[in-house]
């Protein structure tokens, strides 16, 4: 399946969504997206590095991002059609509508060889998004929406403008063509100071897709305000493809004058997320936005180890591939315990061990994984990264070391009031979860695990490449 013709298949699931709004046929047809979408991602693997349309390249860091989606959009549609059982006709058909037009936005970051066509897909991802966080009309859902339409816009706004001195700058025989390998020979004849600068703005206006320091908020609104499959796919998918647009401008960059430079900010910005994550962790009231905190924790730490050089690299690849497994089941979960508990605040949703020990279970397990303790996958890249921090890097290591050991007091002993503390309201009667809606975490907690002993050799190869590694990757935990 080409790229053309999945974007009209595309298109066409779209109007028929529409056209069939009335007589409840959303959920069907959005399934048959979700299947396009599968069936795409296995055509770009057969194809990898096959140019579509110009502006499109099954590359290897696509490949790797196309293969999450596809896990994570499948799950998510699952987990939505539980989550609208009960909604209006109209609110399934807008909802499938926007998830139809988020998928497609991403799959167009995912794959974008162009700056420019990656910017106007990351647009596309706010305004596709709005319609899944709006999702229940209230007014919490309803600010939030438009605090990230807002925030969001203004940070692309900033990004495009750090784009155009990136390009200006360079030359106006140079600004023909936008693609990033092409960029990687303009930048070298950038002015450095134009360059610092555009990487500056471009950096703070990803950080609103990233959900890292300055624009990490509204991340952590959407998350709260949205369904809890919304929440999953935002802080996984939606994360994921801020990441590549960035890093494909950092790695373009890589080789200028102002490579060292940019290491020292991403280190900054890196601590200066987990330093926002620590302390407000501490201060969470709600379980969600205690979710939403680990993500910015987690992609401080991948900003961190991008500064690393080429390992580095290949250690944010890992950690952002399992971050959105991890991630993705602790939000599924915690629609789950919503439904028996009907409340996500510490206080309120007490007990939910005895009350659903299968869910309490999974979600012990999800605390495990995602605090990088063993056997969680996690622990791998992470150990990875503290060995090259033990290289010359004392200093960031002790911060960086401290800083996740109060993320890790503040995930445990949140969850633990939920998992074994009383609740304010004792509700009679437990809600009885179909044991297919565990299935996803079961699953996704598993490939966690798995990846903490075995990595499968078509990922790691894909991960190589990407990070322009040679040879084998010392995985072992016994050489620091």
């Excluded at 988020?102 to 709005?130: C, D, K, Q, R």
């Excluded at 290491?263 to 890196?270: C, E």
């Excluded at 397990?365 to 503290?386: H, N, V, W």
């Excluded at 070391?401 to 309201?425: C, H, Q, R, W």
Aim: aromatic share 16%; charged share 10%; glycine share 8%.
């Amino acid at each position: 399946m080409s790229m053309g013709i999945y974007f009209i298949l595309a298109l066409l699931i779209s109007a028929l969504v529409l056209f069939f709004s009335k007589k409840g046929k959303s959920p069907l047809l959005a399934g048959v997206f979700v299947f396009v979408q599968i069936i795409f991602s296995l055509y770009a693997f057969i194809n990898k590095d096959l140019k579509e349309l110009q502006y499109f390249t099954f590359d290897a860091l696509s490949l790797v991002f196309l293969l999450l989606l596809s896990f994570i959009s499948l799950a998510t549609f699952a987990h939505s059609v539980s989550y609208l059982k009960d909604a209006s006709k109209r609110g399934k058909s807008l909802f499938y509508l926007s998830f139809i037009a988020i998928n497609v936005a991403l799959t167009g970051v995912y794959t974008a060889n162009n700056i420019i066509v990656a910017w106007i897909f990351i647009e596309l991802t706010t305004l596709s998004a709005a319609g899944l966080i709006n999702h229940n009309r209230n007014m919490n859902s309803l600010e939030a929406t438009w605090k990230y339409v807002f925030i969001c816009s203004v940070g692309i706004a900033i990004a495009y403008i750090g784009i155009l001195f990136a390009s200006a700058t360079a030359g106006a025989g140079y600004s023909s063509d936008m693609s990033f390998q092409s960029l990687q020979e303009i930048f070298k004849h950038t002015n450095p100071v134009f360059l610092k600068l555009a990487f500056l703005l471009i950096l703070a206006g990803y950080s609103s897709k990233m959900e890292v320091f300055p624009l990490y908020t509204i991340g952590i609104d959407a998350n709260y305000a949205a369904p809890a499959p919304v929440s999953a796919f935002l802080s996984t998918a939606l994360v994921n493809g801020g990441f590549i647009a960035f890093t494909r401008i950092f790695m373009a960059m890589s080789g200028t004058s102002i490579s060292l430079w940019m290491d020292k900010v991403l280190i900054i910005t890196g601590i200066l997320s987990l330093l926002v994550s620590a302390i407000y962790m501490q201060k969470a009231k709600n379980l969600k936005r205690l979710f939403a905190y680990s993500t910015v924790e987690h992609l401080g730490i991948i900003l961190i180890s991008l500064s690393l050089g080429k390992i580095g690299i290949y250690i944010a690849l890992f950690q952002l591939c399992l971050h959105s497994f991890i991630k993705s089941g602790l939000f599924y979960q915690s629609g789950i315990l919503h439904q028996v508990l009907k409340s996500y605040k510490f206080h309120k949703a007490g007990g939910y061990m005895k009350i659903n020990p299968l869910g309490g279970i999974i979600l012990l397990t999800g605390m495990i994984l995602i605090t990088a303790i063993p056997p969680s996958g996690i622990f791998i890249s992470e150990f990875m990264l503290f060995r090259e921090l033990g290289n010359g890097h004392w200093i960031i290591f002790i911060i960086v070391a401290v800083l996740i050991s109060f993320i890790m007091y503040g995930i445990f002993t949140k969850n633990s009031l939920i998992l074994f503390g009383e609740p304010d309201v004792i509700h009679p009667k437990s809600v009885k979860t179909p044991f297919w809606e565990y299935i996803t975490q079961l699953t996704f907690f598993a490939i966690a695990i798995a990846a903490c002993f075995y990595i499968p050799d078509f990922l790691n190869n894909l991960f190589k490449t990407v990070s322009g590694i040679g040879g084998e990757i010392d995985l072992s935990i016994f050489n620091f």
